[in-house]
């Protein structure tokens, strides 16, 4: 799929396309998946819940090593922000940054976060993902250490204490 989103939009990629790159029947194709957008889906779900989950041992380095591959597949996310799906990149950009977040804090801290620091995180999350959102489309200007030093300067200092 991504190959082929390097050389076509996500709108001009076809079933037929992805099925010759992939050589795999139509049958099987639809046992899977209902439309090309639901393989586009399922693929970048996969592939930046791969990268959250192999994390380096701190925020900063995690957080480099997520805007590195975006970066490196800058067009390929820049489609997928124009998809039409109920889980969408910015979603799923948020939902996996959450969940990823709140389990390294919780097993720094050794307990679960209390509703406020979930809040606090929520709030967090939704900026850091419209910030690389904002970073991607704008065809990443900044470098990369700069964007995740603004991005770790705005974590809420009650979070901090919890961030290897």
Same mark, same amino acid.
């Given at each position: 799929?991504?190959?082929?989103? +390097?050389?076509?939009?996500?709108?001009? /990629? +076809?079933?037929?396309?992805?099925?010759? %790159? $992939? #050589?795999?029947?139509?049958?099987?194709?639809?046992?899977? &998946?209902?439309?090309?957008? !639901?393989?586009?889906?399922?693929?970048?779900?996969?592939?930046?819940? #791969?990268?959250?989950?192999?994390?380096?041992?701190?925020?900063? $380095? =995690?957080?480099?090593?997520?805007?590195? &591959?975006?970066?490196?597949?800058?067009?390929?996310?820049?489609?997928?922000? /124009?998809?039409?799906?109920? #889980?969408?990149?910015?979603?799923?950009?948020?939902?996996?940054?959450?969940?990823? $977040?709140?389990?390294?804090? !919780?097993?720094?801290?050794?307990?679960?976060?209390?509703?406020?620091?979930?809040?606090?995180?929520? &709030? &967090? +999350?939704?900026?850091?993902?419209?910030?690389?959102?904002?970073?991607?489309? $704008? #065809?990443?200007?900044?470098?990369?250490? !700069? /964007?995740?030093?603004?991005?770790? %300067?705005?974590?809420? =200092?009650?979070?901090? =204490?919890?961030?290897?």
């Amino acid at each position: 799929m991504q190959a082929l989103l +390097t050389k076509h939009t996500i709108k001009d /990629v +076809t079933v037929e396309m992805i099925l010759k %790159q $992939s #050589d795999i029947s139509k049958a099987t194709f639809y046992r899977y &998946f209902a439309d090309k957008y !639901e393989l586009a889906t399922a693929y970048y779900t996969h592939t930046l819940y #791969d990268v959250l989950l192999y994390t380096e041992p701190d925020y900063r $380095s =995690s957080m480099n090593k997520l805007l590195d &591959f975006m970066k490196d597949n800058q067009e390929y996310f820049k489609q997928l922000m /124009v998809l039409d799906a109920p #889980d969408d990149l910015a979603t799923l950009l948020f939902q996996s940054s959450m969940q990823t $977040s709140q389990k390294v804090m !919780e097993e720094y801290k050794q307990q679960p976060l209390s509703k406020h620091e979930v809040q606090g995180l929520a &709030f &967090f +999350t939704a900026g850091t993902t419209h910030t690389i959102l904002q970073w991607i489309n $704008s #065809d990443t200007g900044l470098p990369v250490g !700069e /964007v995740s030093e603004l991005i770790y %300067q705005c974590i809420p =200092s009650f979070l901090k =204490s919890y961030i290897p």
